[in-house]
T-cell receptor, first 114, second 117 residues
Framework: DAGITQSPRHKVTETGTPVTLRCHQT?????MYWYRQDPGHGLRLIHY???????DKGEVSDGYSVSRSKTEDFLLTLESATSSQTSVYFC?????????????FGQGTRLTVV | AQKITQTQPGMFVQEKEAVTLDCTYD???????LFWYKQPSSGEMIFLIY??????QNATEGRYSLNFQKARKSANLVISASQLGDSAMYFC??????????????FGKGTHLIIQP
């Protein structure tokens, strides 16, 4: 357990509304990530952060923005939700222990856009 | 660009048998890391094992081992003495920088493993 909490865990929203998902971590990890998981695609990287106010785009960033104003919080925003953004969203952190790298995930947020 | 290929969409295995889940990768990076995750039906992503590209020995974690063949670009997961609780989706993933993980993971599409009593 790397102390990662996602909120909300489930959300249903209407097309065109803004949505913000929150990822909170308690262990001061530098690197944080947002992924989405869809059937037939595995997990795909949306955005990531390597520090406060330092973020970058991943493979599927269109329609998403992120912010990281504090080390412990990484927010994912859908400015105007579309049905194609119905998915399960995972937040993750990565850390290095000696020669090993480990990456841990939050519990996931199931988002349905109707 | 990195790519992960998992060629087994689904597998049925008898309890107590050993299981090998296939993973091949493609990358132009000289330094990279390889991961395996388990996703049970409850949905959480559980980290199983990590292998760095410069590690000479195969990684092991309890019943899990990673059969790393660098020249073949393969990183197969071996589960010894399978148990009913091993039934889940398994994902292979890689990052471009061993020991850093700064640029996130690239995932395969997964293998659905079902252990039969």
């Amino acid at each position: 357990d790397a102390g990662i909490t996602q909120s909300p865990r489930h959300k249903v929203t209407e097309t065109g509304t803004p949505v913000t998902l929150r990822c909170h971590q308690t262990e001061n990890h530098r690197y944080m990530y947002w992924y989405r998981q869809d059937p037939g695609h595995g997990l795909r990287l949306i955005h990531y952060s390597y520090g406060v106010k330092d973020t970058d785009k991943g493979e599927v960033s269109d329609g998403y923005s992120v912010s990281r104003s504090k080390t412990e919080d990484f927010l994912l925003t859908l400015e105007s939700a579309t049905s194609s953004q119905t998915s399960v969203y995972f937040c993750a952190i990565s850390l290095t222990r000696g020669q090993n790298t480990e990456a841990f995930f939050g519990q996931g947020t199931r988002l349905t856009v109707v | 660009a990195q790519k992960i290929t998992q060629t087994q969409p689904g597998m049925f295995v008898q309890e107590k048998e050993a299981v090998t889940l296939d993973c091949t990768y493609d990358t132009s990076d000289q330094s990279y890391g390889l991961f395996w995750y388990k996703q049970p039906s409850s949905g959480e992503m559980i980290f199983l094992i990590y292998q760095g590209s410069y590690d000479e020995q195969n990684a092991t974690e309890g019943r899990y081992s990673l059969n790393f063949q660098k020249a073949r670009k393969s990183a197969n997961l071996v589960i010894s003495a399978s148990q009913l609780g091993d039934s889940a989706m398994y994902f292979c993933a890689m990052t471009g920088r061993s020991g850093g993980g700064a640029d996130g993971l690239t995932f395969g599409k997964g293998t659905h493993l079902i252990i039969q009593p």
